[in-house]
């Protein structure tokens, strides 16, 4: 018989979790100096770091998107050639990073209080060292925390998790294997405090019927990450002021 | 904890990539000892164990043991997942049985997590093979269970067919048998054993035959990709069993022809097979001799085929098989041959279908099994056995036993005919049940309309009733409604009652017996659009103008109140009946005039009207009296009601594809390929007929020329013609629009075509239902009903099992055309339909009885010299020393019923006239 079992009828999934198991979630925050925020995240085996610079003054080529009233947020997402099992070199400008970077921003421009920081710009630069599905939640968790590092004012921390449906069942937070049958993909950013859905985008087909069902779970997903999210900030928190203390 | 899997993998286009995917190990996965799904004190007794113990499977136990393992003696059994993966991904079959045996409880078979459990993984070692990998997961697990057990004082028994894995765990310490020598000593069940399948040893050896090596997987896998070898399904002829062909687009002709027993090389009917084209000087071409073993099972053709015979001109591509690339052994129904002694344990099996070879088996049960139906599966087929092994499964029952008989025909025919399970029954209404106010006011009430239904006599599952109402509006315009039983009512998606319809896809109609597709419940009282009361109904209502033009269509569920349940011969009575004035019957009239100009309209276009595509033989089930095929009348109140019918069906496709233009279920006709009127236009030429066979409508036309008369020509001709048209066509299939893009139906000459009016014996019509009721609003839909893979995939099902209810039926009149011929002799007349090589094939119209008579046996079946017979191609004409038969001529033919070999009983036709000296027999004093 053809084709992977997704999930068994044992209730666990190709790689030993459970429907509703995140991957293993390491990150810490401030892996840089030069950047003014910046964090690195790892679900399972997809592995992102994130830099922040700003917010400051805006460039002088991007004088066009100056606002009075509001910063403007300029994200770059790119894609190491060795992220993936293939080796690809992708150029920056390419279709699918254009796109991501696109997605990441919004999702920013609807958290970050933009308003704070009038005629100012904010970089998010995104690079994704090894690729094993769920890619853009964990650009938008890793910048999370980044800009958290930076000291951006934001309404929430935004956590994001994708989810798939497999048997009837969702699953979440989802790998290159599951991603890569033909079942549809949803991913969500939400505002973990506020409860708030601040994005979401479904590739593939999923009957409206099911469709509460998967979002229930995918926000079940991003809560879960939050905590996670949460706690590594805090430690973080603690480590620097010591830090500070002792010096 | 993580760990991370590295494997290696060959892309497609020969890159090599290195995959890297988590492996996440749990210590919370349940090892299933303390649950109820195994039990506390397991009971098999086995003289090898002395302790209470629970089995773990090897995957070649699973494999190859399926049949004793599904014995319900084996209970608490341990299935890896290792063993789960490696039985899913190497047989889809076994897969689907072990998957029924995990979801009966009452087997006690659980299935443990080994691979992510803490306690039992371990990671691949430097260069061992996945297959060792496999084989130490699954020692490694039986350690495991024998340490969580040993505190209980049981024991886990690993069963393997692999020595050497055998040994390694003995070596380790654990408790290993082969699973045949388990089985040998298990206590109280000596009829295991002769479900025990013999892989690893040959029962016979027979050093006359010697066939060629089969080649690796990989090897294969190579050959193909360079082109040497192709690849496909084995299809053996129904007329000769050492002859089969692949279909292969790129040779051509589009076919390779494999010839003879060493070329086929134990490859069984429908194998997925590879073969090795031959050099063009040894193709060869199929021969025209028909090959019965049934009638001598001593002679068998000599393998080396004859070469002189054949000439250029008909050579095909021809080849040999050098590997098998999936076996598609499944158990066959058969019987066991009596030429062995009693005492001994090896014996001859000769399965029903005539394409399978026979199967060596053993068996201890000899004296109660012979004259019996039995079921035997194949094991193997070792490179010195003649013949394949295999074991014996079950006992059917009596030989010639009706019921027997009737069990073996669905069993070939996979039509699943056991009653329905509980859960299918707990979806069921009660038998009282009643149309609720709430469903009443949803649907437009129909119920005053002069609602009729015509079907033939004794139908219980009536699902289509119509009307007619003249609309008296000043524009001449006339309604037309034709209203089909709500089965989607009842049957709603992925209920059990749901699955097993989708699974049974078809009522199959058996001379004697229906095997619903849906509980009789359903069948014959609520969803029968009796005229006893209120039935909810799904309604396609035309507005339509006197010339039969459709102004306007709709579609609602309605609730309905037939008037009258009618026969087609009641109905035409009605119609013909100038007293009767009611609304009924003016309705009926009406229908009528409209259905007669629609079915000109029709045959216009190019419809084929093939009068009688099945010439099928009526037997009453208690009298065993054909009611032959000339009484049969066609009324116009039949082609009344398929007028209708068809507009219906053809209404619905147009909506549901318009309104799903990617997942509308159609139902199409391909026209068929131009070569397979060849024998058609040959056969029609001999009569000086000249058919155009280009269209639909060109061959529509020349067969209605042929129906003119002329001298010289028998009047029956027409209709031979129309048979032989009828055996030229492609079958008819369901298919999901978002898949194809061609719908043409070539036999109705309609641009687009479904299934919506018989939802009670067909699953398509269910579909559909649900689509169109989607469509306006009157359901909602669901994720299965709008995906087109998945909805292809039912469609597959659902021709398949069509077919095979086809062949079902067919099977069914060939038992009772043998029941009704028992014990007499008869002399009548027939036409030749096919002429070949040692053989003529003729049809007895009386009866509806197509049968072949050998021109190579004298009258007591003998075999004879083939040196005076003359076989000339062009003309479907053979000489007989000088005289000549040819198609279409007029024979008599003597039918008996041949029990002589009791386990194959047969009809045979001996020719009387032309009295051909040898051959014929003498003419019967009836």
Known sequence: MAGLELLSDQGYRIDGRKPDELRRIRCKLGVFTQADGSAYIEQGNTK???????????????????????????????????????????SRGDRKGQDMSTHIKQTFEATIQTSLYPRSQIDIYLQVLQADGSNYCACINAASLALIDAGIAMKDYVCACSASLTKGKPVIDINHVEESSDCAELSVAILPKLGQIVYSELNGRLHANELPDVIDAVVRGCKDLFVVMDRTVREHLEETATTFTHS | MLKSKTLMVKTRSGKILKIVREHYLRDDIDNGLLTDKLDLHPLLQNDLVPHEHFLVLDTNVILHQMDVIEHPCIKNVIILQTVLREVRHRSSPV?????????????????????????????????????????????????????????????????????????FAVEEGLIAYTAEKYVKSVVGHPELLDKLAKVNEAIEVDRSISYPEHLKLSQLNSGIKTGRFKQGKLNISREN???GKILCPDVKGGEILIQGRLNLNRAVHEDIVAVELASEEEWSAPSDVMLDVSIQPGAEISDSVDKKVVSNAHRVPSGKIVGIIKRSWRPYCGILENYGTPGMTRHLFTPAERRIPRIRIETRQFKTLIGQRIVVAIDCWPKHSKYPQGHFVRSLGEIGDKETENEVLLLEHDVSHAPFSQAVLNCLPSPNWAIPEEELRKREDLRGFPICSVDPPGCTDIDDCLHFIDLNDGSGAVEVGVHIADVSHFIRPSTPI???????????????????????????????LRDDGDRLAFSCIWKMSLDAKILQTRFCKSVIRSKASLTYAQAQMMIDDPAKTDNVTV????????????????????????????VRFHVDSETHDPIDLQTKELRDTNSMVEEFMLLANCSVAEHIQQEFPECAVLRKHPGPPPSNFDVLINAAKTKQLDLNTSTSRELAVSLDNAEKPQPGVNLYISTLLRILATRCMLQAVYFCSGLESDFKHYGLAAPIYTHFTSPIRRYSDIMVHRLLAASIGADVTFSELLDKQEIQKICNN????????QYAQRASVALHTQLFFRGKLVDEKGYIIFVRKNAVQVLIPKYGLEGTVFLDRDCEGNAMTMNNLNYVEQDCKIFVGSIALQVFDEVVVQISHDASNIQHQRINLKLVKPNLPGISSVPSES
């Open chain 1, 48 to 90: 992102v770091l994130a830099a922040i610079y700003g917010p400051r003054e805006a460039d002088q080529n991007m004088r066009n998107q100056i606002c009075h009233d509001k910063c403007f947020l300029n994200c770059e997402y790119t894609q190491a050639t060795f992220s993936t099992a293939e080796r690809k070199h992708r």
């Open chain 2, 798 to 805: 659902l021709n398949f099992r069509h077919r095979m209810a």
């Open chain 2, 498 to 528: 749901d699955e097993e319809a989708k699974c049974r896809g078809t009522t199959v109609y058996l001379c004697d017996k229906r095997i619903d597709m849906v509980p009789a419940l359903l069948s014959s009282n609520l969803c029968s």
């Open chain 2, 241 to 243: 069993y050492l002859e």
């Open chain 2, 95 to 167: 897969y689907k049985r072990l998957s029924s045996i995990l979801e009966n409880p009452d087997k006690k078979f659980f299935v443990f997590t080994n691979e992510h459990c803490i306690e039992t993984w371990t990671a691949r070692k430097r260069k061992e093979s996945s297959n060792d990998l496999n084989d130490r997961l699954i020692r490694i697990a039986t350690k495991y269970y024998s340490d969580c057990l040993s505190d209980r004082n049981q024991q886990a028994v690993l069963l393997t067919n692999d020595e050497a894995n055998c040994a």
């Open chain 2, 587 to 614: 309705g009926l009239r009406g229908l009528n005039k409209l259905a007669k100009i629609l079915k000109s309209r029709r045959i216009l276009n190019g419809a084929l009207s093939l009068a009688s595509p099945e």
